[in-house]
Structure formats: C-alpha cells, structure tokens
C-alpha cells in the first residue's frame, strides 16, 4: 500500500518562498504529482517527478529523492492567488495498477 | 472548452434516492477515473476504466456504487440508496497513455449533499 503524509495547513507572507514537504512509504513507486487545488474547485496539475533532483517551472520548483521517500515543492514570489491547497500523489510502479494515490493536502494561506 | 467536464455541478438529495452524475472526459484520453474527495481530505480512488472497460474497483466501494463507460467516452456513477456518508465532491479525472506515467486532468467536479 501506500502511506502519504504531508503538513496540513502552512502560512506565508506575499511575495515570500514556502516549502511544502511530502514524504511517502510505497511498495511501489514510479514517480510523485504535485496539483494546486482551490477551495471548491478541481485539482490543476502542477508537476510530475520520476528521478532524483530539482525540476524547475517557473516559480514552482519541485524536489524528489527516491531513496529517502521525501519531495517537496518549492513556491516563489508567493502571490495572493497561490492561497490553495496543495496536494502530493505517488504514482505506482509501471505494469501494476495506474491509480495514483493522493495525500490529505497541504493548506497554504498567503497573507499580505 | 476540451477539458474535463461533469453533470451536475451540484445535487442535494434525500436519504435512500438514487442518484447519477456523468463525466465527459478530454475527447482523446482512453482512461477515465472517479475519485470522491471529502474536506480536508484528497481524492480518494474509486474506480478506473480504460476505454470501456472497468479494471479497477476500490475495495472501499460498496455495492450501491456503479459506473459504466459504455462506449469508451463519457461515464456515468451511480449511487444508489443514498446515505448521509455519501455526502461529498465526486471528481472525475482523464488521461492518455499506456506506461502509467500520464498526468490526469480533472473535471470540476459534483458536490453532492445527502439530507
């Protein structure tokens, strides 16, 4: 199975960086999602990792490493907008189930 | 728009009636999810299909839950004799891909609300 675990609520200052960390106990891993979720909307794909290292998009940056089951996803500049819920899912080994599986999310509060 | 799309939007009903919400998926994508996510939680997996077939069932799915996809495009969930638990956002997501690496879009989702 699959055991997903990532802080519930963080809080920001605009204009400032976050991290938001996620760490995950698999019996098969192919790689980690982040999305975005805004309160009662659908969650928005932000970022897939299969290898160890930084991927960098624009002002999210995403971090994973395969050997210590840990990712975190980097926000900078924070803007009001990015007031959201932050959701990790890990993605199963190839060839087996295709579900990923989602952690609880993480609550950012931007505040000016 | 070619996103996601999902009927209703919203739907409040009484305990022990029947409902059922469709999902139209992005027109190119062969897999199709239900998930149902409660606040404060993230989605959780109910069932899947590739292109018309159901391969995939959550064991936490009881009976009065089914889904069909009968010609490998929209899909529809049913649930039946609703109860109060049943109560939450049902999402559905799509993709497109064979390797199990493929990002899945969602829709916006039906906040359903059992009386």
């Known amino acids: 199975g699959q055991n997903i675990d990532q802080p519930t609520e963080m809080t920001a200052t605009e204009g400032a960086i976050v991290q938001i960390n996620c760490t995950y106990q698999?019996?098969?891993?192919?790689?980690l999602f982040w999305y975005q979720q805004h309160a009662g909307e659908a969650p928005t794909f932000l970022s897939y990792?299969?290898?160890?290292g930084l991927e960098e998009k624009g002002r999210f940056s995403s971090f994973l490493s395969r050997s210590k089951g840990y990712s975190y996803l980097l926000l900078k500049e924070l803007q009001m907008k990015d007031s959201a819920s932050y959701l990790c899912?890990?993605?199963?080994?190839?060839?087996?189930?295709?579900?990923?599986?989602f952690g609880r999310g993480t609550s950012l509060i931007v505040h000016p | 728009d070619t996103g996601v799309s999902q009927d209703p939007r919203h739907k409040i009903t009484k305990r022990g009636q029947n409902v059922t919400f469709r999902c139209d998926p992005i027109?190119?994508?062969?897999?199709l999810y239900w998930y149902r996510q409660t606040l404060g939680q993230g989605p959780e997996f109910l069932t899947y299909?590739?292109?018309?077939?159901?391969?995939?069932k959550s064991r936490l799915l009881s009976d009065r839950f089914s889904a069909e996809r009968p010609k490998g495009s929209f899909s529809t969930l049913e649930i039946q004799r609703t109860e109060q638990g049943d109560s939450a956002m049902y999402l559905c997501?799509?993709?497109f891909g064979t390797g199990g690496q493929e990002t899945q879009y969602f829709g916006p989702g039906t906040r359903l609300l059992v009386l």
């Open positions: 997501a799509s993709s």
């Open positions: 698999t019996s098969g891993f192919n790689g």
């Open positions: 990792n299969v290898l160890d």
């Open positions: 899912a890990v993605s199963p080994t190839s060839g087996g189930s295709y579900i990923p599986t």
């Open positions: 027109s190119e994508h062969n897999r």
């Open positions: 299909f590739q292109n018309e077939a159901q391969l995939e």
